[in-house]
């Protein structure tokens, strides 16, 4: 048994169908009582609805949250919370909108109520992330970390086929990467599994669905929590760097990104941890990680390839220069010749070689 250290973080979770309606109890249990609702302008509607029935509870609505959490979006946001009184923010959404939320609580330290209705995780962590001047900054603080996380099945009922497998396979991202990390624990490896286990279990469920089944959409919102409980308690590594390089410096969708470059970063550190490889491979019935993860990636019909979602093939350069710029921990050696292989394959969309062992 390896030595490791394992830190509980104190959030409040809430779990099931129809839990939206208690939005209003748990704003009173943060002791607060102005919260600002923040949302996308997809989002607007639903919010209005909300702030209605929050009544004297709801300071205002800001939708305006944006993909990567542009630093002009966040001040007219902490703008927002300042002259409306705000002693809390909820934030209704996917990452975009939680990392919104966020960088409210870096600046202010307002405490946050998650409503997550996608399954990137971000609800769980203190990781943040702002893009400036085309360059996505990361980060960590304790202070935006949501206190409160509410999971209502309900509303991600409506979330839209293909954003829901895309969402659901970077939430796989952030479990398979806790399996090699250097601060992981057993509790966090048998979380991560169990995560990986069931977002494959539940995708497949809704893509052949179609309109979308109750128990997989119940499935996938459990499978992100735990995924999302993962990566807010260890480092992440060379895919999660590489998916912020991409998204932040070439405005790429983040969860169709992460979809798309995890088989390939999972191939590059095979060999360096097999040992991580094997309980990614056996959550998902496969025989290889990366394969696996490939398959499940062209099973669910989400974007194989980098050039299908903007990129283009004369960035790649540039991108890996980027990756190989910060240091940052990762169990295979940063490489910037197989780091640009690794770009190559990701931007054509082939299918990655096994680990020796496995063919």
């Known amino acids: ?29 943060m002791g607060a009582s102005r919260a600002l609702l923040l949302c996308t302008d997809g989002q607007k509607e639903p919010v209005q609805r909300l702030a209605e029935a929050l009544g004297t509870r709801c300071a205002g ?73 085309g360059i996505k900054r990361t980060g960590l603080d304790p202070r935006v970390r949501p206190r409160t996380v509410i999971y209502d099945v309900d509303l991600t009922q409506s979330l839209p086929l293909d954003l829901s497998v895309s969402s659901g396979l970077n939430a796989i991202a952030h479990a398979a990467e806790s399996l090699y990390a250097r601060d992981g624990s057993p509790v966090i490896s048998l979380l991560a599994q169990e995560g990986i286990r069931a977002m494959g279990a539940a995708l497949p469920l809704l893509r052949d669905s179609r309109e979308g089944s109750t128990s997989g959409r119940a499935e996938a919102l459990y499978g992100a929590w735990l995924c999302g409980t993962v990566l807010g308690s260890v480092t992440m590594s060379l895919h999660h760097k590489l998916c912020h390089t991409l998204g932040g410096s070439f ?5 169709q990104t992460h979809a798309i470059v995890l088989p390939h970063a999972l191939a590059y550190n095979a060999s360096a941890v097999p040992e991580a490889m094997m309980p990614i491979a056996s959550a998902l019935g496969a025989k290889d990680a990366a394969q696996g993860v490939y398959e499940l990636v062209r099973r669910v019909g989400a974007p194989l390839a980098l050039k299908d979602i903007g990129m283009r093939e004369a960035d790649l350069d540039v991108a890996c220069d980027l990756a190989m710029s910060t240091p940052y921990p990762n169990p295979r050696k940063l490489e910037a010749r197989a780091i640009r292989g690794l770009l190559q394959d990701a931007f054509d969309g082939v299918r990655p070689a096994a680990m020796p062992s496995s063919q």
């Open 61 to 133: 609505v800001f939708a305006g949250a944006a993909m990567h959490v542009p630093v002009e979006v966040a001040r007219e946001a902490r703008m927002a919370a300042g002259d409306l009184g705000a002693d809390c923010a909820v934030a209704f959404g996917g990452g975009s909108t939680i990392g919104l939320g966020k960088a409210i609580a870096l600046e202010t330290s307002l405490p946050i109520l998650a409503v997550p209705t996608t399954y990137s995780g971000s609800e769980m962590t203190s990781i943040f992330g702002l893009t400036e001047a």
């Open 1 to 29: 048994m390896k030595e490791f250290i394992h830190t509980n973080h104190a959030q409040r979770v809430i779990f099931g169908s129809g839990t939206a309606a208690r939005i209003g109890d748990e704003i009173d249990a």
């Open 251 to 255: 405005n790429l969708p983040h969860a």
